[in-house]
T-cell receptor, first 116, second 117 residues
Framework: AQTVTQSQPEMSVQEAETVTLSCTYDTSESDYYLFWYKQPPSRQMILVIR??????QNATENRFSVNFQKAAKSFSLKISDSQLGDAAMYFCAYRSAFDSGYALNFGKGTSLLVTP | DAGVIQSPRHEVTEMGQEVTLRCKPISGHDYLFWYRQTMMRGLELLIYFNNNVPIDDSGMPEDRFSAKMPNASFSTLKIQPSEPRDSAVYFC???????????????FGDGTRLSIL
């Protein structure tokens, strides 16, 4: 089974600054998808950004971007111009591209604190 | 468009009681997932369905847990009898197949916070 590791239980960033959240994964598959989900105190799971393993170009969604290093099995999330509303738990998730593996494997999460 | 709808949002019950959690997936989605979130274990898959058929239930902790999907618009997760260690947030999510091997994301409901006393 694929494992996802988020080595930073907590991170802190000042408003308007940039922060990077780390994620590594272990897999023997060549085709897969990676996601970052945000979980604010309201408990919702909100998709932030997604990446296909076969694409070399890093995904970007407004202030959110990823650094996908396939050989290193690394998938970090960069948040630019941090806002107070970015404070939340962030989960990295892996999903196989094969029919039998549509479920998500989640990391343990990183709690992001944004200070004024 | 309505998202994934879960009910109840909160459930508090006593040990030994039967608990039923409900989920209505997004219309047109052919995959439905049940996840459990705890502080100790994080988010873990319990079971998922494709076209109403259970595909992988290896995450269901024990026989006290059961899940059904009688039709494309409704699923239940039942715990009988419930125990304090079942206390957690239970999420339902749905997704569509889309193009073969496409990265269709899973859309999550707001979760049910279950407390077993």
């Amino acid at each position: 089974a694929q494992t996802v590791t988020q080595s930073q239980p907590e991170m802190s960033v000042q408003e308007a600054e940039t922060v990077t959240l780390s994620c590594t994964y272990d897999t023997s598959e060549s085709d897969y998808y990676l996601f970052w989900y945000k979980q604010p105190p309201s408990r919702q799971m909100i998709l932030v950004i997604r990446q296909e393993a076969y694409k070399q170009q890093n995904a970007t969604e407004n202030r959110f971007s990823v650094n996908f290093q396939k050989a290193a099995k690394s998938f970090s999330l960069k948040i630019s111009d941090s806002q107070l509303g970015d404070a939340a738990m962030y989960f990295c998730a892996y999903r196989s591209a094969f029919d039998s593996g549509y479920a998500l494997n989640f990391g343990k999460g990183t709690s992001l604190l944004v200070t004024p | 468009d309505a998202g994934v709808i879960q009910s109840p949002r909160h459930e508090v019950t006593e040990m030994g009681q039967e608990v039923t959690l409900r989920c209505k997936p997004i219309s047109g989605h052919d995959y439905l997932f049940w996840y459990r979130q705890t502080m100790m274990r994080g988010l873990e898959l319990l079971i998922y369905f494709n076209n109403n058929v259970p595909i992988d239930d290896s995450g269901m902790p024990e026989d006290r847990f059961s899940a059904k999907m009688p039709n494309a618009s409704f699923s239940t997760l039942k715990i009988q009898p419930s125990e304090p260690r079942d206390s957690a947030v239970y999420f339902c999510a749905s997704s569509s197949t889309g193009r073969l091997h496409s990265n269709q994301p899973q859309h999550f409901g707001d979760g049910t916070r279950l407390s077993i006393l």
